[in-house]
């Protein structure tokens, strides 16, 4: 194929070195290399320099620009003029990723292709780093200064001239005074971390991989499970400090030990792409060389894969999807005995606002798609997740870091500095020439890590732009939408380390991190998860920016999106707490069998408190519970009622005084001084116990296995799994990362509950879990108040209870519902025993309802209201789908969207099987739905504006005869009432006569782009919670005008917007569910006759709301409800198109009994 260069879409560029020595290139000047030629090509010559020790004496070739995008790769010559020129420092990047077509012009540069940080293996195990207690004592009261490194910090008052030993002195003389006073004061021994660079300059290798797209991991070229089958690129670096020759020893106990499974076997590894083992794990000799000449390698470095998606047709133009490709990258590094990893650095990266080409010139500044928000996600189910305000500080704990440090430490970046060791101050066992440590010159920009970065993500994060054009001079609600573009970087999966995105203040420059913290680098299987970058402009989404990057990840780690159905249940922890007894937990499962004639109940789950101890899980609370078989027996009894028996178990985690800490004090694990890690405080410490060892692995099966085989429950609610991974080196198998050992450990739950079992993430690190949990709280403990209440600071953001806080985060992660498994938002607090308003109350249920989540009670049931209970009868049952945040990058509330919007139509081929009763098994039918990622997408791949009744995760189906609706809800977070203002034409679908009509371009329009009922009657608007009715005529949307709505504080309204037809008796909403069309099961318009016929398997009492036409004379007409005579009033007389018509309101009373003409509502003229 031709050179790349042209290509409209997203491009990777290597930018090889330039240089004055001659060497011959790989193809004739000028010409590029032909794709069908490319595998196996050595693009970078292999002339020896002069200075060369011969060992893998790979010279970079001086001009040639490796490229890769969808439709292949490519090398292709640059001018010898321009090849010579010195690069400006805007210039100084080892690789770009850009695209000539997109309308914003944002491209990112990254100035290295990889860093790594080591230190020597000994100084990761517990003998180097653990102190005595006294010695700990001594240390802290000496001052900073004694653990500072050999040359001195440079921060402390000593090194900055306050003290002895300080700047003033020699760095050899500053840091042997540094450490006698170690020696002398006991302080813990420094940890000499060194950091290595890796540039253009260091490549010695590049192997093109071309793939055919044929969706096969089989076929040739690299194929990425979630992704697809991608062209590659697969770049050998020359070894630096911390590379290891083939065979050599350790100089070093790195104190790891055999790993082997006590008592049962584990399911093999899953497979995550079909990338050969690297060189250094083959036998066979002719795989240890590389390049034309065959030439032996005796020493190996890290190797780079970038890989693109291909091109769905490389015979067509790009399409939309084409365009907006991600790049995905991992690095393989060898073993190396002798070292322990702490951090890859796998990309510095620079967010650039206009597209710059290779010559160095650069077109104009759009400085209007400045980034605005960043979109930060939490290291675990309570951390903070949501959209920042650039500039803005990002919301954290409150608390202490020694109550609730562990909570929210995922990937920890420890930076090693280029000049903190000298060539004295440790080896690698491995010296050649090229073996510096500091190759090349930091950049002017200060380092971005988790000490330096003003914003930090754990997995993933997301950078957005509102745009100028967004910016209403009326106050509304900015949409996503209608801003600029975003920019989505992190990992597919956390089974290898955890990621961390650190980002400046000005989201300008972002580094991408892969953290180890100290694993002992002895394996031939280390690599980081697959490192994903894209770039969607605004054109290219309505919806979620992160759509494409939520579905990659769900496919890529198997998720279990909807395997298991859709939960109503009931939770006995925020009434009762610990206090729970078999009576208790009986009389709430007989109350909530007696309400199932009202909300279908599928679900009761026995919380903490049955137990005597954490860890001691079958010692049961004496007198408390039966005596022989006390779970089984309760079990029982909750399955008698017609529900599944749930158990919350806490399998890492063991209480202080529990028999299991005093028999195994082995199995918990300990920081790098020798104590036992902080877990954090939960209202008491408690241990977390160690996944890397084989025998608490044991513990846990034994435990899982027990939960649900022998005491017979069929939910697990597993919480403080996060106690599986804490920090610290005191563990069984220091080679293992913290991510590796939590996967191991879920593998271990899985394995134990069989795949049958429903199992509920709590307090658990996201990442890792995909594909092994089937729900997953997705926020911090729901409260009895809005805020958390004193002595608990009421300004935390992190992990304290709090209504407020289950909130945010149900709608910040509401993304990832029935994507990668079913949200669980924690409970929905009905009691009158809490402090939450009804506003609060309802908008507690509305966020649940809308965002399709788990929906679980928590109350004494006997002492429930019919007023709060009804609450949640209007949400009950859940629609199996999950409504769009439209805010939910551009949000200026703390990280809390306020519009959520979802889709309701009849026009779907699956409406039958979804209409019949509330028993259907909506799930089932959506499943192999949510299977199909590709299709979910909130934008269509091929089209510029898309069907919204297509998007099947955002839409449900209703019965024939009701037509196409949007269900949009409106929240005020705020403390004190005010009005709130939306795009009207953001929440409704559109024909193609409004796009015309708003202006889009006539090329913009394609014949599926205007799905929506012609709207030139205007709209019907029926407000659910407070039943009112207006109609809203066509020049709202035309003249783009806002929804107006004045709401309390924490209140939340529902609307329901239907565009009106004059002509046609129309179902405009009822207040009996909140969809206001999911309770119909049939509904048919005749000249003479409107016959409506409601789901009747629950008892439901309220009223529907119609609209008919004057001239069909319903005004008088005979009005009947469960065949017997019935009312209706009139609460509106809207002019549509010149036609009189009324609005009606009809009251109903469902029984539920299944009788003859229950639920049935006719209205004859």
Known sequence: MSSLSNYAGWIFRLNLPTSSSAASPPAADGEDCDNANLEGVQLLSQNKSEESNGINDHIPSPSYLAELCPQGVS???????????????????????????????????????????????????????????????????????????????????????????????????????????????????????????????????IEPVSAANTGDEEADGVWIRGVGNCHALRIYLRPKFGSCSDGSQSIIDSGAKPNKDIGFELSAMDKWDNLQSPPWNSKDGDAKKLGEDQKEVKHWGPILTFAIPCQDDESKEPTAKDKCQPLLWKVHHPPNPNVALDSFLLMEGALNLHMQNLQGKSSSSFDYDVPTNVYVNGYQSWSFAGSVVQGEPQPGSAMPDVLSGAFNRGGVVLSGDHASCDGDSWSDNFETAT?????????????????????????????????????????????????????????????????????????????????HEG??????????????????????????????????????????????????????????????????????????????????????????????????????????????????????AIRSKGMQPGVWLAPFACDKNSKLAKDHPDWIIRNDSGRYSNSANCGKFFYGLDATNPEVRKHVYDTIHRAVHEWGFDVLKLDFLYASCLAGNGKYDNTMSRAEAFYLGLRTIREAAGDETFIIGCGCPLGTAIGWADG???????????????????????????LRGM???????????????????????????????????????????????????SDDMEKVSDAR????????????????????????????????????TEKSIMTDEVNGNFEVDVSGILREQASKLQTEVGWSPRNNNIDPYSRERSCFFVAPGLGSWTVASLSNWMSHSTTMSVSFAALVAHSIQD???????????????????????????????????????????????????????????????????????????????????????????????????LKNNYAKKGSVYLYLPVGKKFDNATVEVNGAEGSMEIIARPTLGGNEGVVVRVPVVIKGTGEENDGVVSISC
């Open 807 to 857: 909130l945010r985060n149900t709608l910040s992660r509401s993304v990832l519902g029935h994507r990668w498994w079913h949200n669980d938002p924690d409970c929905v607090l009905l009691g009158n025993t809490t402090k939450h308003t009804d506003n609060e109350v309802i908008s507690a249920a509305s966020v649940v309802g809308m965002t399709g989540g788990m929906f679980l009670l």
């Open 75 to 205: 090398v292709t010559t640059l001018d010898q003029s321009e090849a010579t020129q010195p690069q400006s420092p805007s210039q100084n990047w080892s690789w770009s990723f850009s695209s000539q077509s997109c309308p914003s012009k944002w491209n990112v540069t990254s100035s290295k292709l990889l860093s790594v940080t080591y230190r020597p293996a000994h100084e990761a195990h517990p003998s180097y780093t653990n102190i005595s207690r006294s010695r700990e004592y001594w240390n802290k009261s000496v001052g900073s200064c004694v653990t500072c490194c050999d040359a001195g910090c440079g921060k402390c008052s000593t090194c900055l001239g306050g003290g002895s030993g300080g700047s003033s002195q020699s760095p050899k003389r500053r840091g042997k005074w540094s450490s006698m006073k170690r020696t002398m004061s006991g302080a813990p021994k420094p940890i000499h971390r060194v950091k290595v660079d890796y540039t253009v300059e260091d490549i010695m290798h």
């Open 995 to 1093: 796009f015309a009509a708003m202006g889009a371009p006539k090329d913009s329009i394609s014949s599926s782009a205007g799905p929506g009922e012609k709207s030139e009657n205007g709209y019907h608007v029926f407000s659910f919670w407070s039943s009112e009715y207006v109609w809203i005529p066509h020049e709202t949307l035309v003249d783009n005008s806002p929804l107006v709505k004045k709401l309390e504080s924490h209140q939340t309204e529902i609307f329901h917007i239907k565009p009106a037809d004059p002509t046609s008796c129309q179902y405009i909403g009822s207040d009996l569910h909140f969809s206001c069309g999911f309770e119909v099961s049939s509904f048919v318009a005749g000249e003479k006759r409107v016959l409506i016929e």
């Open 776 to 802: 997953m709280r997705v926020s911090c403990d729901t409260g009895p108040t809005w805020l958390p209440e004193f002595p608990l600071p009421h300004w935390d953001n992190g992990t304290l209870p709090s």
């Open 519 to 636: 694993q002992v680098a002895t394996r031939n299987d280390i690599s980081s998860d697959w490192a994903y970058l894209q770039i969607v402009d605004s054109s290219c989404y309505d919806e979620e920016a992160m759509v494409y990057y939520i579905h990659a990840c769900g496919d890529h780690n198997d998720a279990r999106a909807m395997e298991k159905g859709l939960t109503y249940g009931w939770c006995s922890w925020y009434h009762y707490y610990e206090n729970i007894d078999h009576d208790s937990l009986s009389k709430n499962a007989h109350v909530l069998n007696k309400a199932k004639s009202k909300i279908g109940f599928n679900l009761c789950l026995v919380d903490d408190g049955y137990m005597t101890s954490w860890g001691d899980w079958t010692s049961l609370k004496p007198g408390k519970f039966v005596k022989e078989g006390g779970m089984r027996v309760l079990a029982d």
């Open 869 to 904: 209970l009804s609450v949640a009868r209007k949400i009950f049952p859940l629609t199996g789908v999950t409504a769009v945040p439209l805010d939910l990058h551009s949000t200026m509330n703390g990280g809390m969207p306020s519009v959520l919007r979802l889709w309701c």
């Open 435 to 515: 073996n510096t440590r500091n190759t090349n010159s930091m950049d002017d920009v200060e380092e971005l890590n988790a000490t330096t970065a003003f914003y930090k993500s754990d997995m993933f994060a997301c950078i957005s732009s509102n745009g100028t054009t967004s910016q209403h001079d009326d106050g509304r609600i900015l949409l996503d939408e209608e801003g600029g573009p975003a920019l989505i970087t992190g990992f597919l999966s956390q089974r290898k380390q955890y990621g961390v995105v650190c980002m400046d203040k000005g989201l300008r420059h972002f580094n991408l991190f892969a953290c």
